[in-house]
């Protein structure tokens, strides 16, 4: 006997330090390896049809996402040193490697097309800093009059210059992004407040915010559930064991990425919460489960505490970890990166938490021993059996209420599912006061706007759009989608073309418009070729002018703004397929509609691959089709209120509520497969539905309460993220916990009742 102990001892030993070494090696390869990725680009499949063909057009147009830098200087930027800070500022950018001269655009830099007794001419608005009153004026004026600059790169009340210096994503990294910042701030005075806003902020902002989001938050996510757990199991060493191996799981899933080299996404920072939250359940169940044994058995040893508990437990247990990994395995369906390793990585850390529970926990037990906490009676037991017992004998006698309750709320459901909508926007990962937001929404009510959509006009005959008809219609969709009012400005070479012709007609505004000839319009271009820079027409049509590129200008990046612009642009189609000319669309804005598409065609396949693979697992499992619908119940219900409550409230789906199906269906499971594998053993044992029912309750129902408060306190911790669907999420997650454990207790324990699950094969007599 004492040989057999030593031996235990010896393995739980061995298993502890076995857990040691693997967790210093995944965290040392975490430090080595781990990288945030900011570029939102990389969040996109490369190998779809739409990100295939817009990366193309982005070559052939050299469409980059810009750095935008706007200078306030609300007296008026026509001032010595106002101008002389817009021409510094764009020269130290043109110097920088991370950017190509001909990509910075500023009012120093741009050309102004005017019109001479010679011909065309294209030459700076200035090449000295003025300082007359005179010249600045003159200056002012000539800005005014072009309308290629004036409101594009000069606010319209004249008191904020842009420049905008666009970059390849691949330079754009957190030095950088530090670097961009502290230079364009370095340029702030008394009179002068520097903006810096574009996506590569935005991917910036959120890299800088993303990790020091997950410090804060899982430090507070173990404290609170440190407390939950203790205040419910009454033991510090159950607590702390428990607390220990799901922060362990949580350094393997990480450490797993970074062996695979797998970057850290914005939504990545959630994983941590996720898997604490999660994998304490399998902690409860398992102390749960020792305590009664020891309540029971108080002159057992360990040994037998911990065989007896894990032979009842091992099976549930490796369900609910395998149908919740399900859950996020599923999400492998979505075509969107982050989603995808987000799901895989947190099934891995699930599967680590199993794992834990059932080696590391025995082992802990073995070691260090564990003090059953006597059972409390009176007001002290606030959920006693006898309370349970009662509250399922009303609901038994109640359930034609039970199911008019369950039918009203999927209805109201159904009605909500019918308003959800999906957002793109990056700009909503952050709090609507934030400094990234509150600048963007600066820049937008001074310019054109800091998202862009890139409409690609093509035609298999060259000189195509050196055809007035053709321009004529490029500048009447331009002139249509500008009408909307999140549209600011559009570009084109209908742009150049027009500003041309009224130069070349002693600059009167009727002659604001497409020149009427295909000669005349050669003519102009072959002029502004040799007069100006051919860099810059390169930019919005190619050498045989049968390609061109249209840019919108829009004021926000989410899903209905872009949708609204592409209706008013898809309506001119046919006109334009009537002369051979087809329409595509390329640059980021573009892409981040696509990209919401494939997280809604992700999310209904994840749910419906759920559902099913759920469904036959439990079948499985109980070995009754029964077993498995009625198990499936509280889940489905789940799910559809989930949705139907973010319909109500107008939450989108996004890239991270997206996860919410797969999260509620995962863990909801665990309810469902712990209370029938544990009806199943009572009432194989009594023979009586009733008195099976009664135990179950008291036993099972409890932990599930248990594990469900545990589990919400977890993710309510959210709520103080920094991120708002982050909170959002947190929000809707800990909701759909307690409808699950609202389900399971509820209409899914009359449903096994009623339709005697397991009962016939047991020849079981009901008890009046």
Known sequence: ????????????????????????????????????????????????????????????????????????NRSGIYNPRTLEKIRDITDALEDMEEFDANDVMSLWSADNITGDEWGLDVRSFYTRIPTAPGRLEELRLDVRDNDMVYRRLVSEDETVALIVAGMDSKYFTQEFYREIMDFAHSFESEDEVIYVAGRPIVEGTMALLGPADMKKMVPLVLVVIAVVLFLLLRSYRAAGATLL???????????LMSVFNVPVYSVSTMIPVMLIAIGVAYGIYFYNHLNRYYLKNPDTSRYEAIRYTLGILW???????????????????????????????????????????????????????????????????????SILNVVADNLLKNRVWVYSVVAVVVLVSLFGLQRLWINSSFLDNFEKDSDIVQTDAFVNSKFGGTSALNVILESESADAFK??????????????????????????????????????????????????????????????????????????VNYDYNRTNVTFQLKGDDSKTINEALSVIKGFEDQFAEHGIEINY????????????????????????????????????????????????????TALISFGVMGLLNIPLSTTTALLSSIAIGIGIDYAIHFIQNYRMNISKSGSRQ??????????????????????????????????????????????????LLGTLTIMMILIYTFRVFANRQGETVKK
């Open 1 to 72: 006997m004492q040989n057999d102990k030593k031996k235990l001892k010896g393995l739980a030993w061995l298993t502890m330090l076995s857990v040691l070494i693997l967790s210093i090696w995944f965290l040392s390869t975490m430090i080595k390896n781990a990288r945030m990725e900011t570029n939102l680009d990389e969040y996109m499949p490369s190998e779809h049809p739409a990100f295939i063909y817009s990366n193309q057009a982005e070559k052939w147009f050299n469409i980059r996402d810009g750095i935008l830098i706007a200078i306030e």
């Open 245 to 255: 191996s799901v922060f362990i799981s949580s350094i393997w899933a990480f450490g």
């Open 315 to 385: 099976k549930p247990l490796a369900m609910a970890a395998f149908t919740t990994m399900i859950g996020f395995i599923s999400l492998l369906t979505s075509q969107v990166y982050p989603i995808k390793y987000f799901g895989v990585f947190t099934a891995f850390g699930i599967f680590s938490a199993f794992v834990l529970a059932l080696v590391f926990l025995p082992a802990a037990v073995m070691l260090f021993g564990y003090k059953p906490r006597e059972k409390r009676s009176g007001t002290g037991d606030f959920l006693n059996d």
């Open 467 to 540: 055809q007035p008809e053709y321009l004529h219609l490029m500048d009447t969709m331009q002139k249509e989608t500008e009408k909307l009012a999140e549209v600011g400005n559009s570009f084109s070479l209908a742009d150049y073309l027009k500003r041309m012709n009224k130069v070349m007609n002693e600059d009167r505004d009727e002659y604001y418009t497409i020149p009427s000839g295909s000669d005349m319009v050669a003519q102009y271009l072959l002029l502004y070729e040799m007069s100006g820079d051919p860099e810059n027409l390169l930019k919005v």
């Open 586 to 637: 390329a640059g980021s804005g573009y892409k981040a509609l696509v990209f919401t598409s494939l997280i809604l065609e992700g999310q209904i396949l994840s749910i419906g691959i759920t559902l099913i693979l759920v469904l036959i697992l439990l079948s499985l499992m109980f070995r009754s089709i029964k077993a498995g619908l009625i198990g499936a119940v509280p889940i489905s219900i």
């Open 691 to 740: 008195d099976a029912l009664h135990v179950t309750m008291g036993q099972t129902g409890k932990a599930i309460l248990f594990n469900a408060v545990v589990v919400i306190a977890g993710f309510l911790v959210l709520l103080f993220s920094v991120f708002p669907p982050n909170r959002t999420l947190g929000a809707l997650v800990s909701m759909n916990m307690f409808t699950s």
